[in-house]
């Protein structure tokens, strides 16, 4: 890779920040913060940088570069907030790449600490997609690290997907940010499905995009205890 363009590179890491958005545990007593989902931003940015992102995901230079800012910085808060569990999105198309493997290994060590949720971009359809997503999978278990399927319903994770391999994750997450189109009658019958689903499978159900009182209080009249969006929180900058 020319000179240039590994400092074109670098220059795009360097003005990476991070964000930090929590997921709340309702309890009979109020709610209290289960764990903050990590968030990547670029520059001043409020939303994921998806053009960015590519770029830097595009070749294993680009992508080591990317995951060593990943762990100077996760490793930090981690260490600094000693208590706090974090989640942190890792893409299937990161992990092509040996950094991103070694990535993981190195942030194991908080492995109590730290959940990974695979996102929904990359596509699983062909056999080599295959066998990268079930080593991934696997690696990461081995590893010790909890494991989550993201926005549910979207891009790879069809329902379909995600029913077939729930036994590989710890916990799901649903967006109702998606179903703004949908009337609150047939969204909360879609949130049932999911909360049997979840019931069955033995694992946590997040549902994200909660943005005012009365949905978070359907939610919960449904058994939703794990609950994320503005209405909790915005994302923050600093914990």
Not at 2 to 11: N, P
Not at 20 to 31: D, K, R
Not at 58 to 73: D, G, I, M, S, V
Not at 132 to 156: C, K, T
């Amino acid at each position: 890779m020319e000179e240039k363009t590994i400092q074109s590179i670098s220059k795009k890491v360097q003005n990476l920040s991070l964000a930090f958005q929590p997921i709340w545990e309702i309890t009979g007593s109020g709610a209290v913060i289960k764990s903050y989902e990590i968030l990547l931003r670029y520059a001043d940015g409020d939303f994921f940088p998806f053009e960015i992102f590519n770029k830097l995901t595009r070749t294993e230079e680009a992508c080591k570069l990317l995951n060593q800012w990943y762990e100077n910085k996760i490793t930090y808060y981690l260490s600094k907030y000693p208590e706090v569990i974090f989640n942190l999105n890792v893409d299937l198309q990161q992990m092509q790449y040996t950094s991103t493997w070694e990535l993981l290994k190195g942030l194991s060590q908080f492995k109590k600490r730290i959940a990974i949720e695979m996102t929904e971009f990359y596509q699983v359809s062909n056999l080599e997609h295959k066998r990268l997503f079930f080593e991934s999978m696997a690696y990461i278990r081995e590893l010790g690290m909890p494991l989550a399927f993201d926005d549910v319903g979207n891009g790879q994770h069809s329902i379909s997907f995600v029913t077939k391999n729930i036994h590989l994750v710890d916990m799901v997450k649903i967006s109702l940010l998606h179903l703004q189109h949908l009337d609150p009658i047939t969204v909360g019958l879609y949130v049932d499905i999911w909360v049997r689903i979840a019931k069955v499978a033995k694992v946590d159900l997040v549902i994200e995009g909660i943005e005012n009182q009365t949905t978070a209080d359907i939610m919960t009249s449904r058994g939703i205890i794990f609950q994320q969006g503005f209405f909790w929180s915005k994302p923050i900058q600093e914990i």
